[in-house]
């Protein structure tokens, strides 16, 4: 059973568990095979400390029945453990434009993998197929948002007009994918007498593409918008730390990524840096990120700049081997060519 593996690989590295908290995944998992199964948060990163929660991310194969049906359970969550276990046609999307939240699933220390089976071992073997320049847009995406949700929660919150900038260097960062998913071209978002406005080169364009494109926007514009709650409970509970921190590894991962070619979850070489900034040396007396760490930030961000030029990876994954992959897998699971875990 998969919560006797868990149960054993976590002892054996120092981390016991009550087994009856992961039954859950006995039973949500009976009828499908996993392939991987790894910490996740901040144990993957070595950033932990006394108190940090264990979390359990994965993949599963979907069915045979889902496969011909065309269907996809996606995800099992369970808020209790913290446990998150990804269906493979899910996270392969993910993994394809380089989500930030599932491509470190396949950067961690060897120890770290709790279970692989042989599809899991050839996935990691693999893991180059999904690296390319998307890691740039999609790190960079989260990591503009965490910054600005720690901006404003300083006494140098941003501006009116230094706002309206960040939203239109956001905004123009999504514009790659809307012009690819909506068949669009010559989007620009700017400023223009402190307003934010946007030019769009349509003729005869579908009402309802382009209601999407303008809902994605005003999605965008209303999260920067509102008063950001999450920020509010994080600085009641102490958080700040921890996010200034994950800013930073964000930075890292991905300079990683252009320059080596490589995933590296766990943080070794930094791990001093990241545990200061979690254990809040680059907070105030007021609780809230110093100058000195947006010092930080800015010298990272100059580095991913200068990493952008020098990048080893192609602008787009290696999307016939990520097929090719994902095909032959499906195969298998069709032909009933799996054995047990």
Avoid: W
Wanted: hydrophobic share 35%.
């Amino acid at each position: 059973m998969l919560s006797n593996i868990i149960e054993k690989s976590l002892i054996n590295i120092g981390k016991p568990i009550n087994i009856e908290d992961y039954k859950f995944l006995d039973i949500k998992l009976e009828n499908r095979k996993p392939i991987l199964i790894g910490l996740g948060g901040s144990h993957s990163y070595g950033t932990n400390i006394e108190t940090s929660d264990l979390d359990i991310r994965g993949i599963a194969l979907n069915t045979r029945e889902e496969i011909l049906l065309g269907r996809d359970f996606e995800q099992i969550v369970n808020v209790q453990t913290d446990t998150t276990i990804y269906s493979l046609k899910k996270i392969m999307n993910l993994l394809t434009n380089c989500n930030p939240n599932t491509i470190e699933l396949l950067g961690l220390k060897p120890e770290h993998y709790l279970y692989l089976s042989d599809i899991g071992e050839e996935l990691l073997k693999n893991k180059d197929m999904f690296l390319s320049n998307k890691c740039i847009k999609s790190f960079m995406g989260y990591a503009n948002s965490q910054l600005y949700r720690l901006q404003q929660k300083t006494t140098v919150a941003m501006t009116e007009r230094e706002l309206n900038l960040h939203i239109c260097k956001t905004l123009n960062g999504m514009r790659e994918m809307l012009e690819k998913n909506h068949s669009m071209e010559g989007i620009d978002v700017h400023m223009k007498d402190s307003k934010i406005v946007l030019d769009l080169n349509l003729k005869d364009y579908p009402a309802e593409d382009l209601e999407a494109v303008i809902s994605v926007f005003n999605n965008t514009l209303r999260d920067y918008r509102k008063t950001s709650q999450r920020n509010e409970r994080a600085l009641a509970h102490n958080k700040i730390a921890k996010h200034s921190m994950h800013l930073i590894r964000l930075y890292m991962m991905c300079e990683d990524m252009l320059l080596k070619g490589e995933i590296n979850t766990y943080r070794e070489n930094e791990h001093n840096l990241l545990m200061s900034i979690r254990n809040g040396d680059f907070l105030g007396e007021d609780g809230k990120p110093n100058k000195e760490f947006f010092e930080l930030v800015e010298d990272y961000d100059n580095r991913l700049q200068e990493a952008k030029n020098h990048s080893v990876l192609l602008d787009e994954p290696d999307k016939d081997r990520i097929e090719n992959f994902l095909m032959t897998v499906n195969e298998r699971i069709v032909n009933e060519e799996l054995g047990d875990y």
